[in-house]
C-alpha cells in the first residue's frame, strides 16, 4: 500500500487511540469527501490527512491559444473564486511562459497567501474543520492556520487525469480478460477481487483502455481504469514548516 494511503490510516488510528473512538476514514483517493469524520453525539465535522510533504490540490487551465489566455475547466471539481482569478491574470501576463508546459511545468511565483486562499477554501467547502500531519509526533491545527503551518508553492503542468472505477459496461470484458491472464481471482465486494497472486501496480488492456490492480488490504485488491487525459494543471504542494502550537490542538481538542 502507498505510504500517503498508510498515513490516513495510521492518523485515523491514532485519532481513534488518543480522543476515543469517534473518528471514521473515508479517504484515498476520493478526492470529493475529506479523509476522516468525527462524529459524536451532535458533533460532526471533517479532518484532512496531510503528510508532510504532500501536493494539496489543483485545478485545470485550458490554453486559449488564439486570444492568449487560460480558460478555467468546467469539469473541475472546485468553482472559479477571487484566488482562481488572481492565478490566471498572473499567468495570462506570461502567456507564452505557461502555455507550453510539459510534466515538468512551470513555477507560478506570486504571493504563497493567495495558493493558501485557494486551498483552505477548497477544504472548507468539503466540510474540513481540522487538519493532521506529523512533524516529530502528530500534529492538528483549525483549517484556516494552514498557511501557519505548511510552505506552499504553485506549479502549472502537465499532469495524466486520476483512474476511476471499472465501468458496469465493461465489468464482463474486465473479468474475461482476467481469466485469460490465468489470475486465481474471487470477486468481491464494489467489483474488488481477492487473489493470492501479486497484482499491485500490474497493468492490462481491454479494447482502448487501460486498467491497473492497486492493493487495499489482505490479499483484495481494487481495479482501477486508468485516464487517457493529459492536461496541464494547477498544481499546489507543501512542506511542514513548523511543529504543534499547543493553543490549536487546545482548540481541536474543545472541539470535540
Known amino acids: 500500500m502507498e505510504k500517503w494511503k498508510l498515513f490516513e490510516l495510521d492518523c485515523n488510528a491514532y485519532l481513534n487511540k488518543k480522543y476515543g473512538n469517534f473518528f471514521t476514514h473515508f479517504g484515498f483517493s476520493n478526492s470529493t469527501i475529506s479523509d476522516i469524520k468525527y462524529e459524536n453525539n451532535k458533533k460532526m465535522f471533517y479532518i484532512e490527512v496531510k503528510m508532510p510533504s504532500a501536493q494539496s490540490g489543483q485545478f485545470v487551465l485550458f490554453p486559449d491559444y488564439q486570444n492568449k489566455k487560460f480558460v478555467f475547466s468546467p469539469n473541475n471539481k472546485t468553482k472559479p473564486n477571487k484566488s482562481t482569478d488572481f492565478i490566471i491574470a498572473y499567468m495570462n501576463k506570461y502567456f507564452e511562459k505557461y502555455a507550453h508546459v510539459d510534466s515538468i511545468g512551470q513555477n507560478i511565483d506570486i504571493d504563497p497567501k493567495i495558493f493558501n486562499e485557494w486551498i483552505t477554501n477548497a477544504y472548507k467547502d468539503k466540510g474540513v474543520k481540522f487538519m493532521i500531519t506529523k512533524g516529530k509526533d502528530y500534529i492538528i491545527f483549525p483549517i484556516n492556520q494552514y498557511g501557519n503551518y505548511f510552505f506552499i508553492t504553485a506549479k502549472y503542468r502537465i499532469k495524466k487525469s486520476g483512474s476511476s472505477k471499472v465501468p458496469k459496461s465493461k465489468q464482463q470484458e474486465v473479468l474475461k480478460k482476467l481469466t485469460q491472464m490465468n489470475i486465481n481471482f474471487e470477486l468481491t465486494d464494489d467489483f474488488n477481487i ?6 499491485n501496480k500490474l497493468k492490462f488492456q481491454v479494447d482502448d483502455s487501460e486498467y491497473m490492480f492497486s492493493y487495499f488490504k489482505e490479499n483484495i485488491y481494487h481495479i482501477r481504469k486508468l485516464s487517457n487525459t493529459r492536461n496541464a494543471n494547477v498544481i499546489f ?17 474543545n472541539s470535540l
Do not use: A
Open 194 to 199: 481477492k487473489s493470492n497472486n501479486r497484482l
Open 237 to 253: 504542494s507543501i512542506e511542514l514548516r513548523k511543529e504543534q502550537n499547543p493553543t490549536d490542538l487546545e482548540n481541536f481538542v
